[in-house]
Nanobody, 124 residues
Framework: QVPLVESGGGLVQAGGSLRLSCAAS????????MGWFRQAPGKERELVAA????????YYADSLKGRFTISRDNAKNTVYLEMNSLKAEDTAVYYC?????????????????WGQGTQVTVSS
């Protein structure tokens, strides 16, 4: 019911940068909390960053602070993840997710709608 489409993934050398985008359809985007998750082979899916409905509240995994930035443009129905100083361990499939039912934007189980994922590969 909530289509999400990620783009911007690809292959980049360690130390490089990528900007991921997640586009949503409909007029309800500005009501949603949004999150970026990632899953590497053999590992559990983890929350990378999250942003509340207005963009005023953000969360980052401790290991990513200072390197990644989440933002949103509600006028464009789009959330972004700017990734800098990329490391080999950042290699994963990155997923955009939406929390439609009101809750804390850091509550992982509240994210029920997912994009198809975009591959990020960081070469060393």
């Amino acid at each position: 019911q909530v289509p999400l489409v990620e783009s911007g993934g690809g292959l980049v050398q360690a130390g490089g940068s990528l900007r991921l985008s997640c586009a949503a359809s409909g007029r309800a985007f500005s009501r949603y909390h949004m999150g970026w998750f990632r899953q590497a082979p053999g590992k559990e899916r983890e929350l990378v960053a999250a942003i509340n409905w207005s963009g005023a509240g953000t969360y980052y995994a401790d290991s990513l602070k200072g390197r990644f930035t989440i933002s949103r443009d509600n006028a464009k129905n789009t959330v972004y993840l700017e990734m800098n100083s990329l490391k080999a361990e950042d290699t994963a499939v990155y997923y955009c997710a939406a929390q439609v039912i009101p809750s804390s934007y850091t509550y992982i189980a509240g994210y029920n709608y997912w994009g198809q994922g975009t591959q990020v590969t960081v070469s060393s």
